[in-house]
Protein backbone atom coordinates (compact mmCIF):
# COMPACT_ATOMS: atom_id res chain seq x y z
CA UNK A 1 0.00 0.00 0.00
CA UNK A 2 2.47 1.80 0.72
CA UNK A 3 5.01 1.10 -1.65
CA UNK A 4 1.89 1.75 -4.68
CA UNK A 5 1.28 5.39 -2.58
CA UNK A 6 5.16 5.70 -2.86
CA UNK A 7 4.54 5.08 -6.42
CA UNK A 8 1.81 7.03 -7.56
CA UNK A 9 3.09 9.83 -5.44
CA UNK A 10 6.39 9.18 -7.11
CA UNK A 11 4.42 9.06 -10.69
CA UNK A 12 2.82 12.05 -10.03
CA UNK A 13 5.65 13.62 -8.83
CA UNK A 14 7.60 12.30 -11.66
CA UNK A 15 5.11 14.18 -14.01
CA UNK A 16 5.03 17.12 -12.39
CA UNK A 17 8.77 17.68 -13.13
CA UNK A 18 8.58 16.47 -16.61
CA UNK A 19 6.06 19.08 -17.28
CA UNK A 20 7.94 21.53 -15.35
CA UNK A 21 10.65 20.90 -17.06
CA UNK A 22 9.10 21.09 -20.30
CA UNK A 23 7.78 24.29 -19.56
CA UNK A 24 10.86 25.28 -18.00
CA UNK A 25 12.66 24.38 -21.46
CA UNK A 26 10.15 25.94 -23.52
CA UNK A 27 11.06 29.61 -21.42
CA UNK A 28 14.73 28.99 -22.03
CA UNK A 29 14.33 28.39 -25.54
CA UNK A 30 11.75 31.37 -25.91
CA UNK A 31 14.13 33.04 -23.94
CA UNK A 32 16.91 32.21 -26.16
CA UNK A 33 15.36 32.83 -29.94
CA UNK A 34 14.10 36.04 -28.26
CA UNK A 35 17.62 36.99 -27.78
CA UNK A 36 19.06 36.05 -30.48
CA UNK A 37 16.58 37.87 -32.60
CA UNK A 38 17.63 41.13 -30.60
CA UNK A 39 20.89 40.09 -31.29
CA UNK A 40 20.06 40.70 -35.06
CA UNK A 41 17.92 43.42 -35.32
CA UNK A 42 19.66 45.51 -32.79
CA UNK A 43 22.70 46.58 -34.86
CA UNK A 44 20.83 46.90 -38.19
CA UNK A 45 18.86 49.92 -36.03
CA UNK A 46 22.10 51.17 -34.37
CA UNK A 47 24.97 51.70 -37.39
CA UNK A 48 23.26 54.82 -39.12
CA UNK A 49 23.59 55.42 -43.10
CA UNK A 50 25.39 58.66 -43.32
CA UNK A 51 25.83 58.54 -46.71
CA UNK A 52 21.87 58.96 -46.80
CA UNK A 53 22.15 61.69 -44.03
CA UNK A 54 24.53 63.49 -46.31
CA UNK A 55 21.94 63.21 -49.27
CA UNK A 56 19.17 64.84 -47.08
CA UNK A 57 21.33 67.31 -46.06
CA UNK A 58 22.58 68.18 -49.61
CA UNK A 59 18.60 68.34 -50.71
CA UNK A 60 18.56 70.40 -48.00
CA UNK A 61 20.38 72.97 -48.80
CA UNK A 62 19.47 72.70 -52.16
CA UNK A 63 16.30 73.81 -51.53
CA UNK A 64 17.34 76.61 -49.36
CA UNK A 65 19.71 77.90 -52.29
CA UNK A 66 16.64 77.83 -54.31
CA UNK A 67 14.06 79.49 -52.50
CA UNK A 68 16.66 82.32 -51.55
CA UNK A 69 16.90 82.72 -55.35
CA UNK A 70 13.27 82.63 -56.47
CA UNK A 71 13.12 85.56 -53.29
CA UNK A 72 15.59 87.53 -55.00
CA UNK A 73 14.14 87.52 -58.47
CA UNK A 74 11.11 87.95 -57.25
CA UNK A 75 12.02 90.87 -55.33
CA UNK A 76 14.47 91.87 -58.88
CA UNK A 77 11.51 91.87 -60.53
CA UNK A 78 9.45 93.54 -58.24
CA UNK A 79 11.95 96.26 -58.35
CA UNK A 80 12.42 95.99 -61.75
CA UNK A 81 8.49 96.70 -62.28
CA UNK A 82 8.32 99.79 -59.84
CA UNK A 83 11.41 101.36 -62.05
CA UNK A 84 9.27 101.19 -65.04
CA UNK A 85 6.59 102.51 -63.47
CA UNK A 86 8.31 105.12 -62.06
CA UNK A 87 10.39 105.35 -65.40
CA UNK A 88 6.66 105.38 -67.40
CA UNK A 89 5.02 108.19 -64.95
CA UNK A 90 8.29 110.34 -65.67
CA UNK A 91 8.09 110.03 -69.69
CA UNK A 92 4.07 110.99 -69.12
CA UNK A 93 4.88 114.10 -66.56
CA UNK A 94 7.39 114.96 -69.20
CA UNK A 95 5.38 114.53 -72.58
CA UNK A 96 2.43 116.14 -70.58
CA UNK A 97 4.50 119.04 -69.77
CA UNK A 98 6.37 119.44 -73.59
CA UNK A 99 2.68 119.54 -74.92
CA UNK A 100 1.55 121.85 -72.54
CA UNK A 101 4.48 124.83 -73.44
CA UNK A 102 4.18 123.64 -77.24
CA UNK A 103 0.50 125.05 -76.81
CA UNK A 104 1.46 128.05 -74.90
CA UNK A 105 4.42 128.92 -77.42
CA UNK A 106 1.85 128.09 -80.28
CA UNK A 107 -0.77 130.51 -78.63
CA UNK A 108 2.11 133.35 -78.30
CA UNK A 109 3.37 132.76 -82.16
CA UNK A 110 -0.39 133.32 -83.30
CA UNK A 111 -0.40 136.59 -81.30
CA UNK A 112 3.35 137.35 -83.03
CA UNK A 113 1.31 136.84 -85.99
CA UNK A 114 -1.63 138.59 -85.73
CA UNK A 115 0.42 141.57 -84.53
CA UNK A 116 2.96 140.90 -87.50
CA UNK A 117 0.37 140.86 -90.20
CA UNK A 118 -1.20 144.17 -88.44
CA UNK A 119 2.06 146.04 -88.86
CA UNK A 120 2.84 144.52 -92.58
CA UNK A 121 -0.76 145.54 -93.72
CA UNK A 122 -0.26 149.48 -92.40
CA UNK A 123 3.01 149.40 -94.05
CA UNK A 124 1.54 148.12 -97.24
CA UNK A 125 -0.60 150.84 -96.83
CA UNK A 126 0.97 153.74 -95.95
CA UNK A 127 3.67 152.74 -98.56
CA UNK A 128 0.77 152.49 -101.80
CA UNK A 129 -0.33 156.16 -99.90
CA UNK A 130 3.06 157.06 -100.78
CA UNK A 131 3.28 155.82 -103.95
CA UNK A 132 0.34 157.19 -105.35
CA UNK A 133 1.76 160.89 -103.86
CA UNK A 134 5.06 159.62 -105.77
CA UNK A 135 2.57 159.42 -109.13
CA UNK A 136 1.13 162.63 -109.11
CA UNK A 137 3.90 164.48 -108.43
CA UNK A 138 5.81 163.35 -111.02
CA UNK A 139 2.95 163.78 -113.24
CA UNK A 140 2.63 167.05 -112.43
CA UNK A 141 6.42 167.49 -112.89
CA UNK A 142 5.99 165.82 -116.50
CA UNK A 143 3.36 167.99 -117.48
CA UNK A 144 4.74 171.59 -116.64
CA UNK A 145 8.40 170.74 -117.26
CA UNK A 146 11.07 173.43 -116.20
CA UNK A 147 9.10 176.19 -117.20
CA UNK A 148 7.82 176.59 -113.98
CA UNK A 149 11.36 177.00 -112.63
CA UNK A 150 11.66 179.47 -115.67
CA UNK A 151 9.10 181.29 -114.73
CA UNK A 152 10.12 181.85 -111.33
CA UNK A 153 13.62 183.07 -112.26
CA UNK A 154 12.02 185.53 -114.98
CA UNK A 155 9.89 186.85 -112.34
CA UNK A 156 12.96 187.64 -110.01
CA UNK A 157 13.47 191.55 -109.15
CA UNK A 158 16.69 191.35 -108.10
CA UNK A 159 19.58 189.30 -107.23
CA UNK A 160 18.26 189.12 -103.61
CA UNK A 161 15.17 187.88 -104.91
CA UNK A 162 16.61 185.33 -106.91
CA UNK A 163 18.74 184.44 -104.20
CA UNK A 164 15.43 183.73 -101.83
CA UNK A 165 13.49 181.89 -105.03
CA UNK A 166 16.37 179.66 -105.25
CA UNK A 167 16.15 178.36 -101.80
CA UNK A 168 12.65 177.97 -102.53
CA UNK A 169 13.80 175.58 -105.38
CA UNK A 170 15.98 173.97 -102.95
CA UNK A 171 12.75 173.20 -100.42
CA UNK A 172 11.25 171.86 -103.65
CA UNK A 173 13.82 169.83 -104.55
CA UNK A 174 14.60 168.58 -100.44
CA UNK A 175 10.65 167.72 -100.49
CA UNK A 176 11.21 165.40 -103.17
CA UNK A 177 13.77 164.04 -102.34
CA UNK A 178 13.08 163.36 -98.54
CA UNK A 179 9.63 161.76 -100.26
CA UNK A 180 11.78 159.51 -102.18
CA UNK A 181 13.51 158.43 -99.42
CA UNK A 182 10.47 158.24 -96.84
CA UNK A 183 9.39 155.56 -99.83
CA UNK A 184 11.98 153.65 -99.92
CA UNK A 185 11.92 153.57 -96.13
CA UNK A 186 8.88 152.42 -95.88
CA UNK A 187 9.25 150.02 -98.93
CA UNK A 188 11.89 148.57 -96.52
CA UNK A 189 9.93 148.36 -94.00
CA UNK A 190 7.56 146.31 -95.57
CA UNK A 191 9.83 143.94 -97.49
CA UNK A 192 10.83 142.86 -93.29
CA UNK A 193 7.11 142.71 -92.01
CA UNK A 194 6.45 140.60 -94.94
CA UNK A 195 9.52 138.10 -94.21
CA UNK A 196 9.01 138.27 -90.38
CA UNK A 197 5.52 137.31 -91.16
CA UNK A 198 6.45 134.80 -93.68
CA UNK A 199 9.42 133.21 -90.90
CA UNK A 200 6.50 133.41 -87.94
CA UNK A 201 4.28 131.52 -90.27
CA UNK A 202 7.42 128.57 -90.96
CA UNK A 203 8.33 128.51 -87.63
CA UNK A 204 4.63 127.83 -86.04
CA UNK A 205 4.28 125.02 -89.20
CA UNK A 206 7.35 123.59 -87.21
CA UNK A 207 6.14 123.87 -84.07
CA UNK A 208 2.77 122.18 -85.18
CA UNK A 209 5.00 119.12 -86.80
CA UNK A 210 6.65 118.97 -83.39
CA UNK A 211 3.14 119.45 -81.33
CA UNK A 212 1.84 116.37 -83.71
CA UNK A 213 4.78 114.38 -82.49
CA UNK A 214 4.82 114.72 -79.12
CA UNK A 215 1.42 114.23 -78.99
CA UNK A 216 1.90 111.01 -81.18
CA UNK A 217 4.66 110.04 -78.20
CA UNK A 218 2.77 110.40 -75.29
CA UNK A 219 -0.63 108.38 -77.19
CA UNK A 220 2.04 105.55 -77.66
CA UNK A 221 2.86 105.59 -74.18
CA UNK A 222 -0.54 105.78 -72.24
CA UNK A 223 -0.94 102.62 -74.39
CA UNK A 224 2.03 101.07 -73.57
CA UNK A 225 1.79 102.14 -69.86
CA UNK A 226 -2.87 101.16 -69.44
CA UNK A 227 -1.40 98.00 -69.49
CA UNK A 228 0.96 98.04 -67.36
CA UNK A 229 -0.73 99.86 -64.22
CA UNK A 230 -3.91 98.72 -62.34
CA UNK A 231 -5.04 102.06 -61.44
CA UNK A 232 -3.71 103.84 -64.47
CA UNK A 233 -6.15 106.93 -65.21
CA UNK A 234 -5.76 107.81 -61.39
CA UNK A 235 -1.82 108.30 -62.01
CA UNK A 236 -2.77 109.75 -65.67
CA UNK A 237 -4.35 112.09 -63.74
CA UNK A 238 -1.89 113.08 -61.17
CA UNK A 239 0.90 112.97 -63.62
CA UNK A 240 -1.49 116.02 -65.24
CA UNK A 241 -1.50 117.80 -62.30
CA UNK A 242 2.48 117.32 -62.06
CA UNK A 243 2.97 118.09 -65.32
CA UNK A 244 0.54 121.57 -64.91
CA UNK A 245 2.66 122.48 -61.76
CA UNK A 246 5.98 121.82 -63.86
CA UNK A 247 4.56 124.47 -66.33
CA UNK A 248 3.90 127.02 -63.77
CA UNK A 249 7.35 126.66 -62.86
CA UNK A 250 8.58 126.59 -66.62
CA UNK A 251 6.61 129.99 -67.56
CA UNK A 252 7.42 132.01 -64.23
CA UNK A 253 10.92 131.05 -64.72
CA UNK A 254 11.19 132.12 -68.76
CA UNK A 255 9.22 135.44 -67.49
CA UNK A 256 12.29 136.04 -64.95
CA UNK A 257 15.06 135.35 -68.43
CA UNK A 258 13.12 137.18 -70.82
CA UNK A 259 13.20 140.42 -68.15
CA UNK A 260 16.76 139.97 -67.46
CA UNK A 261 16.94 139.88 -71.03
CA UNK A 262 14.95 142.79 -72.03
CA UNK A 263 16.89 144.75 -69.52
CA UNK A 264 20.20 143.59 -70.90
CA UNK A 265 19.15 144.49 -74.63
CA UNK A 266 18.50 148.22 -73.71
CA UNK A 267 21.82 148.29 -71.58
CA UNK A 268 23.09 147.27 -74.91
CA UNK A 269 21.42 149.46 -77.20
CA UNK A 270 21.89 152.37 -75.16
CA UNK A 271 25.48 151.54 -75.58
CA UNK A 272 25.29 151.51 -79.04
CA UNK A 273 23.57 154.67 -79.22
CA UNK A 274 26.20 156.08 -77.12
CA UNK A 275 29.34 154.93 -78.98
CA UNK A 276 27.47 156.03 -82.60
CA UNK A 277 27.22 159.16 -81.18
CA UNK A 278 30.73 158.99 -80.61
CA UNK A 279 31.63 158.02 -83.78
CA UNK A 280 29.71 160.57 -85.55
CA UNK A 281 31.24 163.48 -83.27
CA UNK A 282 34.63 161.72 -84.30
CA UNK A 283 34.04 161.45 -87.56
CA UNK A 284 32.95 165.14 -87.61
CA UNK A 285 36.56 166.24 -86.13
CA UNK A 286 38.34 164.09 -88.09
CA UNK A 287 36.82 165.69 -91.73
CA UNK A 288 37.68 169.17 -89.76
CA UNK A 289 41.08 167.94 -89.91
CA UNK A 290 41.27 167.10 -93.80
CA UNK A 291 41.83 164.05 -95.76
CA UNK A 292 44.89 162.55 -94.01
CA UNK A 293 43.12 162.02 -90.91
CA UNK A 294 41.68 158.63 -90.11
CA UNK A 295 38.49 157.82 -88.24
CA UNK A 296 39.22 154.61 -85.18
CA UNK A 297 37.12 151.60 -85.58
CA UNK A 298 36.62 148.80 -83.04
CA UNK A 299 34.81 145.17 -83.93
CA UNK A 300 33.27 143.30 -81.02
CA UNK A 301 33.11 139.76 -80.42
CA UNK A 302 31.20 137.16 -78.23
CA UNK A 303 33.45 135.87 -75.44
CA UNK A 304 33.16 133.36 -72.60
CA UNK A 305 33.10 129.63 -71.68
CA UNK A 306 35.52 127.80 -72.66
CA UNK A 307 38.06 127.19 -75.46
CA UNK A 308 36.31 124.06 -76.87
CA UNK A 309 32.64 125.94 -76.53
CA UNK A 310 33.74 128.35 -78.51
CA UNK A 311 35.10 126.23 -81.47
CA UNK A 312 31.23 123.97 -81.76
CA UNK A 313 29.84 127.36 -82.01
CA UNK A 314 31.91 128.78 -83.87
CA UNK A 315 31.52 125.90 -86.23
CA UNK A 316 27.69 125.52 -86.04
CA UNK A 317 27.90 128.97 -87.24
CA UNK A 318 29.04 128.23 -90.63
CA UNK A 319 26.77 126.75 -91.92
CA UNK A 320 24.03 129.43 -91.61
CA UNK A 321 21.61 129.62 -94.28
CA UNK A 322 22.37 126.26 -95.31
CA UNK A 323 18.45 124.40 -95.40
CA UNK A 324 16.16 122.70 -93.29
CA UNK A 325 14.76 119.59 -93.63
CA UNK A 326 12.58 117.74 -91.13
CA UNK A 327 14.66 114.17 -90.21
CA UNK A 328 17.43 115.02 -91.67
CA UNK A 329 20.80 115.11 -90.45
CA UNK A 330 23.12 116.69 -92.91
CA UNK A 331 24.81 120.47 -92.26
CA UNK A 332 24.84 120.88 -96.11
CA UNK A 333 22.22 119.27 -97.39
CA UNK A 334 19.44 119.96 -95.04
CA UNK A 335 19.24 118.72 -90.99
CA UNK A 336 16.57 119.42 -88.35
CA UNK A 337 16.85 120.91 -85.10
CA UNK A 338 17.96 117.90 -83.16
CA UNK A 339 19.81 116.45 -86.57
CA UNK A 340 22.01 120.11 -86.46
CA UNK A 341 23.09 119.45 -82.83
CA UNK A 342 23.74 116.14 -83.26
CA UNK A 343 25.83 116.30 -86.40
CA UNK A 344 28.06 119.34 -85.03
CA UNK A 345 28.82 117.31 -82.21
CA UNK A 346 29.88 114.66 -84.32
CA UNK A 347 32.26 116.24 -85.85
CA UNK A 348 33.94 116.76 -82.43
CA UNK A 349 33.86 113.06 -81.70
CA UNK A 350 31.28 113.17 -79.30
CA UNK A 351 27.97 110.80 -80.02
CA UNK A 352 24.78 113.06 -78.99
CA UNK A 353 21.06 111.31 -79.18
CA UNK A 354 19.35 112.08 -82.09
CA UNK A 355 16.06 113.30 -80.82
CA UNK A 356 15.49 116.54 -79.11
CA UNK A 357 13.42 115.06 -75.54
CA UNK A 358 17.19 112.34 -75.73
CA UNK A 359 19.14 115.51 -75.98
CA UNK A 360 17.21 117.42 -73.36
CA UNK A 361 18.28 114.47 -70.73
CA UNK A 362 22.44 114.34 -72.26
CA UNK A 363 24.98 116.08 -70.51
CA UNK A 364 25.38 118.07 -67.18
CA UNK A 365 22.25 120.56 -66.54
CA UNK A 366 23.07 124.06 -65.98
CA UNK A 367 20.79 127.51 -65.40
CA UNK A 368 20.60 130.11 -67.91
CA UNK A 369 22.15 132.16 -66.61
CA UNK A 370 24.87 129.81 -66.51
CA UNK A 371 25.21 129.35 -70.27
CA UNK A 372 27.80 128.96 -72.60
CA UNK A 373 29.00 128.71 -76.06
CA UNK A 374 28.15 125.19 -77.05
CA UNK A 375 25.80 124.48 -74.23
CA UNK A 376 22.42 123.14 -75.66
CA UNK A 377 19.30 125.22 -75.51
CA UNK A 378 16.15 122.65 -75.04
CA UNK A 379 12.62 123.73 -75.70
CA UNK A 380 9.40 121.61 -75.98
CA UNK A 381 10.52 119.47 -79.15
CA UNK A 382 13.13 121.88 -80.50
CA UNK A 383 16.79 122.57 -79.65
CA UNK A 384 19.50 124.88 -80.28
CA UNK A 385 23.27 126.07 -79.81
CA UNK A 386 24.39 128.75 -77.71
CA UNK A 387 26.76 130.75 -79.37
CA UNK A 388 27.15 133.83 -76.63
CA UNK A 389 25.08 136.75 -75.73
CA UNK A 390 21.51 135.82 -75.22
CA UNK A 391 21.60 133.99 -79.27
CA UNK A 392 21.87 130.65 -80.57
CA UNK A 393 22.33 128.97 -83.64
CA UNK A 394 19.59 126.35 -84.81
CA UNK A 395 17.78 124.72 -87.61
CA UNK A 396 14.71 127.01 -87.61
CA UNK A 397 11.99 126.04 -89.99
CA UNK A 398 11.97 125.10 -94.17
CA UNK A 399 11.80 129.05 -94.79
CA UNK A 400 14.46 129.92 -93.10
CA UNK A 401 17.30 127.11 -92.63
CA UNK A 402 19.57 127.22 -90.40
CA UNK A 403 19.78 130.92 -88.44
CA UNK A 404 21.03 132.85 -85.45
CA UNK A 405 18.08 133.65 -83.32
CA UNK A 406 16.96 135.02 -79.85
CA UNK A 407 17.73 132.45 -77.05
CA UNK A 408 14.80 133.24 -75.58
CA UNK A 409 12.33 133.35 -78.47
CA UNK A 410 10.80 130.21 -76.82
CA UNK A 411 9.98 128.41 -73.96
CA UNK A 412 13.42 127.31 -72.41
CA UNK A 413 13.16 123.90 -70.92
CA UNK A 414 16.84 123.02 -69.55
CA UNK A 415 20.31 123.95 -70.46
CA UNK A 416 22.88 120.93 -71.11
CA UNK A 417 26.24 120.97 -71.04
CA UNK A 418 28.09 118.49 -73.33
CA UNK A 419 31.33 119.67 -73.09
Same mark, same amino acid.
Given at each position: MTDQTEYRRYGRSRRGRTRKEKRFRCLLCLMAAVMMGT?????????????QAEREKQEAEAGLEEANRQAEEAEAAQNAAQEELDSLNSELVSLLSEID????? @??????? &??QATKDYEEAKADEESQYEAMKKRIKYMYEQGDTEYID &??? *? !??? &??? @?LNRSEYFNAIYE??? =??? &??? *??TKEAVDQYRTQLEEERAEQEVMQLEYES *? *??NLETTIANTRTKIANFDEQLAKARQEAAEY??? @???? =? /? %? @??? !??? !? +?????? $???? +? %?ASRAAEEAKRNEAKGPGATQS?? $?YKSS??? /???REVADYALQFVGNPYVYGGTSLTNGADCSGFVQSVYKHFGISVPRTSSEQRSFGVGVSYSEAQPGDIICYPGHVGIYIGNGQIVHASSARTGIKVSSATYRSILAVRRVL
Amino acid at each position: MTDQTEYRRYGRSRRGRTRKEKRFRCLLCLMAAVMMGTAFYTPVMAVPDTAQAEREKQEAEAGLEEANRQAEEAEAAQNAAQEELDSLNSELVSLLSEIDLLEKD @IAEKEEQ &IVQATKDYEEAKADEESQYEAMKKRIKYMYEQGDTEYID &ILL *Q !AKS &ISD @ILNRSEYFNAIYEYDR =NML &IRY *QETKEAVDQYRTQLEEERAEQEVMQLEYES *Q *QANLETTIANTRTKIANFDEQLAKARQEAAEYVQV @IAAR =N /A %E @IRA !AEE !A +ARREEE $SRRA +A %EASRAAEEAKRNEAKGPGATQSTQ $SYKSSGGT /AKGREVADYALQFVGNPYVYGGTSLTNGADCSGFVQSVYKHFGISVPRTSSEQRSFGVGVSYSEAQPGDIICYPGHVGIYIGNGQIVHASSARTGIKVSSATYRSILAVRRVL
